[in-house]
Structure formats: C-alpha cells, structure tokens
C-alpha cells in the first residue's frame, strides 16, 4: 500500500525509534481492546498513539501487521518472564506450583482473554496471525517447560518421558475448563481460590503420572 508520510511534529521528530514503536503498540492495544479487531482503523489507532498516519504506516503497513506485533510482543514477553525456569532447582513441585500460580493468573486476566479471542476471530481470515501468536507464546512456554522437565528426569527427580506432552499436559490441567469459561464468557470471573485449587491438584495428577518409582 502507498502512503503519504504525513508531516510529524515535534515530539515524533524528539522520540527514539524504539520509543516511537512502543507508543504506537500502546495506542493500537488500546483501540483494538475497545473495538475489537475488525472495528479497529489505522486512523483510529494513529490519533491514539499520538502519531499522524503516514508515521503509522512507516513502522507498519497493514491493521493485520501491527496486531500480529502487538500479540507477538505481550505473548513473548509472557513466556520469557512466566517460564523463568532454573534447572538445578531440584524442589519440583515448588517450581510447578508458583509456575501454575502465575501461569494461571496472567491466562485469565480480562486483557489476555480478550486477545485471545479477537486472535481466534482473525486467524481464520490471516491464518499466519494465529501461527505466529501459537509460536511466540504456547509453544514458547511449552519448550522451556519442557526443558527443565528434561533436567528433572535426568537428576532422577522426574522418571523418563516425553516431556513436551508432560509440559502441554501440566498446562492445560492448570487451565482445566478456566480459560474455556472465560472465553466463552460463561460463568464468573475466576477466583484466586479457584486458581490455587486448579494449580494445586494440577501439581498432584502430573506427579503421581511423572514423579520418581518409589
């Protein structure tokens, strides 16, 4: 697509590039959390960053490119700080209890629900969207799972398995009908009770499946 650049003013001229882009993501978080994806316009998100429209399109071409950066950038951002796993931490089942505790708590924030669905709702329409978001976030959080299972099994803390299903499956016991309630809008808000329930008993199937052979 073509596009004019607008002329910029005087703080855009003043702001680092990087600076500039993270504004632009905040402004289109906000108009895109108001109006969904497809209610969403690149002038809309332009006056909410603060920035004119041309700038816009010099850091992104296309609605469907700055979506696709936002998601990418908050689903990243979360598998990095959520699965900061240390590998010698031989007290497994301290580590998959806080995992599943803030796991939990970021998957059923309102703002995370809310991202989800509008990535359900454009990924059949912009498929690579919802490869990209699967791989930046779930498959993320998955390996690096995955991998302190690996040192786990090879203490002998863990017996031998497959422990990328052992990660997807300790995950989706965490979430257990939550995130399904929620994107479907079904029911209340999640308790913090609920959380530590979910979490605790999580913990109590995967090590009766996984723990050490008595």
């Known amino acids: 697509m073509a596009t004019v650049e607008a002329p910029m003013n005087g703080r855009e001229r003043t702001m680092p590039e990087t600076d500039k882009r993270r504004q632009i993501l905040n402004g289109a978080r906000a108009v895109f959390m108001a109006s969904?994806?497809?209610?969403?316009?690149?002038?809309?998100?332009?006056?909410?960053?603060?920035?004119?429209?041309?700038?816009?399109?010099?850091?992104?071409?296309?609605?469907?490119?700055?979506?696709e950066a936002l998601a990418l950038a908050e689903k990243r951002g979360l598998a990095e700080v959520l699965f900061?796993?240390?590998?010698?931490d031989p007290d497994v089942r301290g580590?998959?209890?806080?995992?599943?505790?803030?796991?939990?708590?970021e998957m059923v924030r309102p703002e995370h629900i809310t991202?989800?669905?509008?990535?359900?709702?454009?990924?059949?329409?912009?498929?690579?969207?919802?490869q990209a978001f699967f791989e930046?976030?779930?498959?993320?959080?998955?390996?690096?799972?995955?991998?302190?299972?690996?040192?786990?099994?090879?203490?002998?803390?863990?017996?031998?398995?497959d422990t990328n299903l052992a990660a997807r499956q300790f995950l989706q016991i965490c979430q257990a009908g939550l995130l399904t309630?929620?994107?479907?809008?079904?029911g209340d808000r999640v308790a913090p009770a609920e959380i530590e329930h979910n979490?605790?008993?999580?913990?109590?199937?995967?090590?009766?499946g996984y723990g050490p052979e008595s």
Do not use: H, W
């Not at 390996?143 to 203490?155: G, I, P, S």
């Open 36 to 67: 969904g994806f497809d209610g969403a316009s690149m002038g809309e998100i332009a006056k909410a960053a603060g920035v004119s429209k041309g700038t816009l399109y010099v850091y992104f071409d296309s609605k469907e490119a700055l979506f």
């Open 84 to 88: 900061r796993l240390d590998a010698d």
């Open 95 to 105: 580590v998959l209890t806080r995992l599943g505790l803030s796991y939990l708590t």
């Open 115 to 130: 991202v989800v669905r509008m990535v359900i709702g454009a990924c059949e329409k912009f498929p690579r969207l919802g």
């Open 136 to 161: 930046a976030g779930p498959m993320q959080g998955t390996t690096r799972l995955a991998a302190y299972l690996d040192a786990q099994v090879a203490a002998t803390r863990l017996r031998p398995a």
């Open 181 to 186: 309630r929620l994107l479907f809008n079904a």
């Open 199 to 208: 979490v605790r008993e999580a913990v109590r199937v995967f090590l009766e």
